[in-house]
């Protein structure tokens, strides 16, 4: 199987020379990294992503951390584009699952990305309240749980099992912190991975041998000690 790369991204001049790359094949982004990217109002800001991307995917995050509030957003964001995802995260701030809603606007068809999902145990809970037609993006945090020491290769595999019987659930390696993790997602069967721009720039170079990466190791000290001057 293949392993689809999307970009994670907020900034619109990326968006738009990553949009053009044919590796790209969707976009995610999120509330951190569009206020990263300078985004002050919300709205024109994702309609704008939107205006550059209109054949790939974009999951649009809803900030709202109440049920009545987020699914207004939901609603709201579903009618900015075709290839909208909203994207809801697993639990609000408070801890709180998000079934009832992720529930309901799987019930009117609206295609959905469950963000900061970490657990099987949280796909699982996902798969009970969704149908089996409607698109659902299952994003697991993986580079976020390694930085807190947890394995979560564990969870992809019971993750991606769970969802075999579903063919319109896609599990989405996310939070990703290096080049391999490609390899990895690929290598686990996730359906999708999503990437920073900088890191795909360096998928796009795979292929050095070990031995051509020696010699540039080596290379690139022999550069920084000429450029420091340095004497013994
Ligand atoms: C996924 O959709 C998120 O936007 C993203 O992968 C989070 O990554 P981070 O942990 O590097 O912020």
Same mark, same amino acid.
């Given at each position: 199987?293949k392993?689809k790369?999307?970009?994670?991204i907020a900034?619109l001049?990326?968006i738009?020379?990553f949009?053009?790359?044919?590796i790209?094949?969707g976009?995610?982004?999120?509330?951190s990294?569009?206020r990263?990217?300078?985004?002050?109002? $919300?709205?024109?800001y994702?309609q704008?992503?939107?205006k550059?991307?209109?054949?790939?995917p974009?999951?649009?995050e809803?900030?709202a951390?109440? $049920?009545?509030?987020?699914?207004? @957003?939901a609603?709201?964001?579903?009618t900015?584009?075709?290839?909208v995802y909203?994207? *809801?995260? *697993?639990?609000?701030?408070?801890?709180?699952?998000?079934g009832k809603i992720?529930?309901?606007?799987?019930?009117q068809?609206?295609?959905l990305?469950?963000?900061?999902? $970490?657990?099987?145990?949280?796909? @699982?809970?996902?798969?009970?309240?969704?149908d089996?037609?409607?698109?659902?993006?299952?994003?697991?945090?993986?580079? =976020?749980a390694?930085d807190?020491?947890?394995?979560? *290769?564990?969870e992809?595999?019971?993750?991606i099992?769970?969802?075999k019987r579903?063919?319109?659930?896609?599990i989405?390696?996310?939070?990703? =912190?290096?080049? $391999?993790?490609?390899l990895?997602a690929k290598?686990?069967?996730c359906h999708v991975?999503t990437v920073p721009?900088s890191?795909?720039?360096?998928?796009?170079k795979?292929?050095?041998?070990?031995?051509?990466?020696? *010699?540039g190791?080596?290379?690139n000290?022999?550069i920084?000690s000429?450029?420091?001057?340095?004497?013994?």
């Amino acid at each position: 199987m293949k392993t689809k790369i999307f970009c994670d991204i907020a900034e619109l001049d990326k968006i738009r020379r990553f949009n053009k790359k044919k590796i790209v094949k969707g976009f995610t982004t999120n509330p951190s990294l569009m206020r990263k990217a300078g985004a002050k109002d $919300y709205k024109s800001y994702s309609q704008k992503i939107l205006k550059i991307c209109k054949n790939k995917p974009v999951s649009l995050e809803v900030f709202a951390d109440e $049920y009545n509030e987020m699914k207004i @957003q939901a609603l709201k964001i579903n009618t900015w584009a075709k290839n909208v995802y909203v994207k *809801v995260p *697993v639990v609000n701030s408070k801890g709180k699952f998000m079934g009832k809603i992720i529930r309901e606007l799987n019930n009117q068809k609206i295609k959905l990305n469950i963000t900061a999902v $970490y657990t099987a145990m949280q796909t @699982q809970k996902i798969l009970k309240v969704i149908d089996k037609k409607t698109k659902v993006i299952i994003s697991i945090f993986a580079g =976020r749980a390694g930085d807190a020491g947890k394995d979560p *290769v564990p969870e992809f595999i019971k993750s991606i099992s769970l969802a075999k019987r579903f063919k319109n659930v896609e599990i989405l390696w996310a939070s990703v =912190r290096e080049p $391999y993790n490609y390899l990895q997602a690929k290598q686990l069967g996730c359906h999708v991975i999503t990437v920073p721009p900088s890191t795909i720039e360096k998928i796009e170079k795979f292929g050095e041998t070990f031995d051509m990466l020696t *010699v540039g190791t080596v290379k690139n000290f022999l550069i920084d000690s000429k450029k420091s001057k340095f004497k013994i």
